[in-house]
């Protein structure tokens, strides 16, 4: 069964860092599009960052732009969101997410095939 497993969400102070995993199961990461969307109370999920199979490019939201890094690890079949001075706004349920395509097509939501349960991030003094 193809699964998606997000951790690493939690409370943070403003200014902090957090990393959130995503672990891949019923198949393989390593060559299709991966994706990292959010969605705040309220609010419409939107995108954070993509990349591109086999450790492409990358693409960030200018919100996050400078202080989220996205990355894979193959030998682990597992992304990572390495989120650094985080800030109140950053509050959200994040996901992740995999189109079975090599090339991202920005954050189109529906151009992604498989998504994880969600993590909730904090971010509060």
């Known amino acids: 069964q193809l699964q998606l497993v997000e951790s690493g969400g939690g409370s943070v102070q403003p200014g902090g860092s957090l990393r959130l995993s995503c672990a891949a199961s019923?198949?393989?990461?390593?060559?299709?599009?991966i994706g990292w969307f959010r969605q705040a109370p309220g609010k419409e999920r939107e995108g954070v960052s993509s990349?591109?199979?086999?450790?492409?490019?990358?693409n960030y939201a200018d919100s996050v732009k400078g202080r989220f890094t996205i990355s894979r690890d193959n030998a682990k079949n597992t992304v990572y969101l390495q989120m650094n001075s985080l800030k109140s706004e950053d509050t959200a349920v994040y996901y992740c997410?995999?189109?079975?395509?090599?090339?991202?097509?920005?954050?189109?939501?529906?151009?992604?095939?498989?998504w994880g349960q969600g993590t909730q991030v904090t971010v509060s003094s």
């Open positions: 019923g198949f393989t990461l390593d060559s299709y599009c």
């Open positions: 990349m591109d199979g086999n450790g492409g490019s990358t």
């Open positions: 997410a995999v189109s079975l395509s090599y090339y991202c097509s920005g954050y189109v939501m529906y151009e992604y095939n498989y």
